[in-house]
């Protein structure tokens, strides 16, 4: 069950078959071998202003999961001390402070930190949109109450319409085509399938990652609406979460294999669809930022990138500090908090600190092969 002698960067274990492939590029045909497709009959320009829309998880939710009428347990970080570092109040990020999507590319992109796309009042979509919800999967039934992404992608298509009422037709196609698409979704699929299944065989293990894959292709049919600037953030090391300790004590201070293993290949194929879409669709451009290994390292080898502690969490309770950051019961605070969160890079049992984030961020905006390829954020905004 865990990998006490080393971190999460294991050997690969055996991948999903070749028939895999087989299943990618018939996702391919039938996504995007149809009359409405990439092959729009605007051509992207310099657009002096280009947008950024956010899909994704708890990693990327700024704030969205709050405005839910029945949100999953667990689901809002809307409580001291989530956001004291930088907002110096809760803001619903599952941070001390700021995270990776608009707070950082926001900023480095000259765009404003947009609200939350649920968040009620009007909203400049021309800057862009975040439908990211915490805990929300590929699949549909990780995690029911957060908007999965079949519904962030719902959400995306409302964002169109009054784009194209206020711009019109071309113009909103201009906007939509310049645009950047950052996505970073699927950790919890497999995290929840590794809870389950925690004797899963390789062939289980496989058709789980078949499946995550296979409907995460569905979510670049946005360039039937004109999107091909594309950015993934792949899954991290699951394994290496201080939470993965609270499930099971005896890992003690290594680290969970199965959860990793997993996100090992989800990484491996989705690099390999989208290879294929970058020789068979025209125009488009994608990036690959790996937050597994840049995360990886910063766990394993705090010290060396600045940090004092990489395993254990800066804010909650158990094993690590893994868990009940922010939780309080008849006025009690369940958690510890550590006296320097830029010293950590969690901040609690899932997710890091804005110190960590800081240094992520930077590294999907402008950071080069291997870690972030073929393209980086910066690039794309560059089209």
């Not at 699929?189 to 289980?204: K, P």
């Amino acid at each position: 069950m865990s990998n006490a002698g080393g971190h999460c960067s294991a050997s690969e274990s055996t991948m999903a078959g070749l028939s895999f492939l087989v299943v990618g590029y018939s996702l391919f045909e039938s996504i995007f071998l149809n009359p409405i497709s990439c092959h729009a009959r605007f051509r992207p320009g310099d657009a002096p202003h280009k947008a950024l829309f956010v899909f994704g998880d708890s990693l990327f939710d700024p704030g969205n999961n709050q405005y839910l009428k029945t949100p999953h347990k667990g689901a809002g970080a809307t409580v001291f001390p989530y956001g004291e570092t930088f907002f110096k109040r809760p803001t619903g990020r599952f941070c001390d402070g700021r995270t990776l999507a608009f707070d950082w590319y926001a900023q480095f992109a000259n765009l404003p930190i947009l609200p939350p796309y649920l968040q009620p009042g009007d909203h400049q979509f021309t800057d862009g949109a975040n439908v990211s919800s915490a805990g929300a999967g590929v699949l549909d039934n990780t995690h029911p109450g957060s908007i999965n992404l079949r519904l962030q992608l719902s959400y995306f298509k409302d964002v169109v319409k009054p784009l194209r009422e206020k711009l019109g037709e071309e113009e909103a196609m201009r906007v939509l085509m310049n645009a950047v698409y950052l996505f970073s979704i699927g950790g919890n699929d497999y995290f929840g399938f590794s809870q389950r299944n925690r004797d899963a065989s390789e062939e289980s293990e496989g058709q789980c990652v078949q499946s995550d894959i296979g409907n995460l292709t569905s979510v670049l049919k946005i360039c039937d609406l004109g999107g091909r600037k594309i950015a993934f953030q792949n899954v991290g090391p699951l394994g290496c979460v201080p939470m993965t300790k609270v499930f099971d004590p005896s890992i003690g201070s290594g680290f969970a294999e199965e959860p990793s293993s997993l996100a090992r290949q989800h990484n491996r194929y989705l690099a390999i669809f989208l290879k294929q879409l970058d020789t068979q669709l025209p125009g488009f451009k994608c990036e690959i930022f790996d937050y597994y290994i840049a995360l990886d390292d910063r766990v394993a080898n705090p010290s060396k990138i600045g940090f004092k502690e990489g395993k254990a969490a800066c804010c909650g309770s158990g094993p690590y500090r893994g868990m009940n950051c922010g939780r309080t019961e008849n006025g009690t605070q369940m958690f510890e908090l550590c006296g320097n969160h830029a010293e950590y890079v969690w901040f609690d049992g899932g997710h890091t600190t804005e110190r960590a984030n800081t240094q992520l961020a930077q590294l999907l905006w402008d950071g080069a092969p291997p870690v972030t390829a073929p393209l980086n954020m910066k690039q794309l905004f560059s089209f």
